[in-house]
């Protein structure tokens, strides 16, 4: 099972989900191992997304990549050496700190990377620049105009910052960008892949790629859900 949030697959339990408070501490593991009969195990969404792409996607044969779900929801899965990253209380980065005076998040602090780069920034940034709230990247693309094409290019630098630290810290190299992303075509990738690129332009490590994953965001934690079970294999 892929969940949300701060998740403990030793004890099954999900530790704590700031949009979703009252499954804090929910054996879901436990409860649906009693409903179905079935074993059950439970893992971070971005970590089943990063398996997914290691064993069945863009990631196939590499050692070190991150997985990055887009739009409404926000993460990176990080493969390191041939292992995903999971330290006992990690996350998957949508809480990272990318503006000390930003928004206030959900999470109760300030400036996390979720407040600029999901969709929920998207429609508020095009309702309050006259394009009206319910615009998805998809009709800003197709719109074709200044004015949503600058949207959408702060939306690009806005995911790219997030990104940034991550290569900052991990060097992977590549990032498999799914979700909402994908609506972006081309151009969104480029300005993406290009301000990556201007971040870390002194760093002695590869010059970091952006690839758009071809698959929906929850095929990809589906697929990572298999390659759970070939890992312990």
């Known amino acids: 099972m892929a969940a949300a949030g701060l998740v ?3 004890t099954g339990l999900i530790m704590e989900v700031n949009d979703a408070p009252g499954l804090h501490g929910y054996p879901v593991t436990e409860r649906l191992g009693a409903l179905t009969g079935a074993s059950v195990r439970v893992e971070h969404r971005a970590r089943l997304q990063v398996l997914g792409d290691r064993w069945f996607g863009a990631g196939r ?7 990055v779900s887009t739009g409404e929801v926000l993460g990176v899965g990080l493969l390191y050496d041939g292992e995903v990253m ?9 809480h990272m700190t990318v503006s000390a005076s930003g928004e206030r998040c959900t ?3 300030r400036g996390c990377w979720k407040t ?8 508020a940034r095009a309702r309050a620049v006259g394009l009206g709230g319910q615009t998805s990247l998809e009709a800003l693309v197709n719109r074709g105009d200044a004015l949503a094409g600058q949207v959408v290019e702060e939306y690009a630098h806005n995911l ?5 630290n991550v290569q900052q810290l991990f060097a992977p190299g590549l990032f498999i960008l799914h979700g909402e992303a994908r609506e972006g ?7 993406v892949e290009e301000r990556l690129r201007d971040a870390v ?6 010059q970091p790629r952006v690839l758009v994953g071809t698959a929906a965001v929850d095929d990809v934690a589906l697929l990572g859900g298999a390659g759970l079970v070939v890992s312990h294999l």
Not at 160 to 164: E, F, H, I, K, P
Not at 185 to 191: L, M, S, Y
């Open 107 to 109: 999470c109760g602090n």
């Open 116 to 123: 600029v780069a999901t969709t929920g920034w998207l429609r």
């Open 185 to 191: 075509g081309e151009r969104f990738r480029t300005v």
């Open 61 to 67: 044969g590499r050692r070190t990549f991150a997985s």
């Open 86 to 94: 999971a330290p006992p209380g990690g996350r998957s980065g949508a």
């Open 8 to 10: 403990d697959p030793v």
């Open 160 to 164: 790219a910052l997030g990104l940034v």
């Open 201 to 206: 332009a002194f760093s002695g490590a590869e």
